[in-house]
């Protein structure tokens, strides 16, 4: 089975527990105001491979990965191609590696139960708790998101939740708040991460001859995310 692939970020520390192969796979149904990568989003862009033969390349890190490390599949969106997803984890899963899907949770649904089955760790990047606010920031559907968390809890899966902090969008301690309150019980959640909007992504949307709609906005401040995410974590893990 053949997939589309971006890219491969070897050795990424942040993307999952230890040292990790960060595979980009090519495609995404969202198109988020504050997108890092607008490259990913062409399902017909990147490079066509194998699983096989992605599998292999991943596994040349394989001494780099440690006790804890393994394969993040990430994009885009690796929902975007579920049986090529499903594929790539499950030959890892028979590699010995540790798997994790990094998702926004758009494309819920009986194929991504299948990647499931063959993931470890899902990091689920919410775009907002708000529908209204989740359609302005990414033209999609917030019940689709939901739809697949509870997928996840459902599959047993461990859950890492991250939202990206924008300065005068979502950067308040009620926002943090309603973001734990609505992480609040889920049984497999581990954890909640904040992550401040940096603008490095824009030169991508300038080559690709786009404009981001935040393309005046300043970066956040990593201090006040901070408070931020002890906030949210507060709301959510507090007397569970
Ligand atoms: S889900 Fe990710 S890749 Fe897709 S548009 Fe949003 S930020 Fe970009």
Redesign the pocket.
Known sequence: MTGRLHSIETLGALDGPGLRAVVFLQG?????Q?????D??DLAGGTEISAEALVARVCRLRPYFGEHGGVTLS???PLAQPQFAAEVLRLCRAQGLHTALDT?G?CPGPAAAEVLRHTDLVIL?L?ATDPEQYRAL?GGELSRTWEFVRQVTAAGVALWVRKVIVPGWNDTEADARRLGEALRGLPTLERIELLPYHTLGLSKWDQLGLRSPLADRPAADPEHVARLERCARAASFANS
């Open positions: 995404c149904p969202l198109r988020c504050y997108c890092h990568n607008p990913t989003w994009g885009g969106e926004s758009a990047d775009k990414t």
